[in-house]
């Protein structure tokens, strides 16, 4: 089906005739996945873009659908849950986009690492237990540091205990939101780019009924009506919320800015992606990848207040990366002069949101000493010196001193956010790329329940609304999830606990004790070395 200049000026025409269901706000991962799902249940669905589609946020990832490894330290299991389930259906739906890419995260010896030998294999185990991949060849593999530097000799030597090898996917984040939205626009929605919000129109009560927008290539001023706007523009969401707005303005976001370099491969080659400590003792980790005849690295996690459109990467950025690259690869010898390319991106972060979003906010997860309770037990365990009793009692132990915190109500992802204001305007904010179908499942179910409170008897430009259309979460499901390759057992019984944040712990920690028989003598050397 054609997608182009001409179905945009189509679409533009269109949304000015009718009255839509829902107008979306914003084209980047968030808005696309939202536009697909609502023109796949049946809605009259638009969508506009003051940029290109995935110019902002969703073209400036670091180019992973990644699972959230670290996150496995402090036992944040559901956060890892959720993401590497719903990079399960993402891989189902679209093979063509993610790819697997197996991680290597090498361990050095260093005060504040992220994992010792035993935490990563640890961490791996469940996270295997997770992504449903125990047991089977793409299962981790943890590394001697003879075997880390077999894989990549170029790394530092000094310091380093051996490492780990996971499953991660590459993804390409642009082409991910592209597809979603020409599926949306193959299913009847009216999509256009370069369209920007400049003011909502308003009903006698002060609610909502479309939006003045401005055609950013002609310059016309124009209305489109809809009995619902949801505003999923990411770091401008609190932009678009105060537009029209006399009162108390809105400040929910909390952008923070990612930088990657890129140089050419003769200048640092690496055989597969890499993941490791800063080396600085700030509790971050940096990416090292390739791709094509480049090499990446990033990404950077900073506080942003400045231009939205345009983040800039700044000397600073520069200084930081390089550093930290060049402490872990010393023969690279990176400066500025092999600096190809690079690229800055916002996070569109909750201020003040609980979950663990990407810089590591404070989920009230369990401290270092509790932790590393739990790890004497279970080595106690391994050396028989314990029983497995002993070891259920250290969890219980365990989730009596976390004060883990639970979603906010409003939540539909981990670290995302979905609200409706007084005057009737959703905004769908936060979260991750992995999390785009989740959020849009999410905000979903409430568009269709707003729909069917406020505007059932009400008549479309085309029909009344149909009866159908409140069928959609199955139908939705039915689309994403493909009956032919159900998700792994594990990973769906994780999923329904996942609420459950103590049930969740214990589940997942028995279950990784289920598994310990299958580390040999040799590898429980490895590990404890």
Known sequence: MEFSKKTRELSIKKMQERTLDLLIIGGGITGAGVALQAAASGLETGLIEMQDFAEGTSSR????????????????????????????VVQQIAPHIPKPDPMLLPVYEEEGATFSLFRLK???????????????????????????LEREPELKKEGLVGGGVYLDFRNNDARLVIENIKRANQDGALIANHVKAEGFLFDEAGKITGVVARDLLTDEVFEIKARLVINTTGPWSDKVRNLSNDGEQYSQ????????????????????????????????????????NKTYFGTTDTDYTGDL???????????????????????ANITIDDIESSWAGLRPLIAGNSASDYNGGNNGTIS???????????????????????????????????????????????????????NGLLT?????????????????ERVVEILKAEFLTATSSSSTLRPTLFQAESSIQQMWIPKSKPLHNSASLVASTARKPSI??????????????????????????
């Open 504 to 529: 969740l712990l214990t589940f997942t920690v028995l279950m990784f004790l289920r598994s310990l028989p299958s580390l040999t003598a040799s590898s429980k050397h490895q590990v404890s070395a």
């Open 428 to 444: 769908l904010a936060g979260g991750k790329i992995t999390d785009y179908r989740k959020m849009a499942e999410g905000a979903m």
């Open 253 to 292: 976001m909390r952008p923070t800015k990612g930088v990657h370099l890129v140089v050419d491969s003769s200048k640092i080659k690496v055989s597969q992606p890499v993941y490791f400590d800063t080396g600085l003792g700030d509790g971050r980790m940096v990416f090292v990848l390739p791709r094509e």
């Open 368 to 422: 270092d000493e509790s932790f590393n309770a739990l790890i004497a037990t279970v080595e106690s365990y391994l050396a028989k010196e314990k029983s497995r009793e002993d070891v259920e009692a250290a969890v219980t132990q365990l989730e009596s001193s976390t004060s883990e915190k639970h979603l906010d109500p409003s939540a539909v992802s981990r670290g995302s956010s979905l609200e409706r204001d007084n």
């Open 309 to 331: 459109e345009h983040p800039k990467v700044t000397q600073e950025d520069v200084d930081y990366l390089l550093g930290i690259v060049n402490n872990r690869f010393p023969e």
């Open 61 to 88: 990832s670091t180019k992973l659908v990644h699972g959230g490894l670290r996150y496995l330290k402090q036992f944040d299991v559901e956060v890892v849950s959720d993401t590497v389930s719903e990079r399960a």
């Open 122 to 148: 640890v961490a791996m185990d469940l996270y295997d237990l997770l992504a449903g991949v125990n047991n089977t060849p793409p299962a981790n593999k943890v590394l001697s540091k003879e075997e880390v």
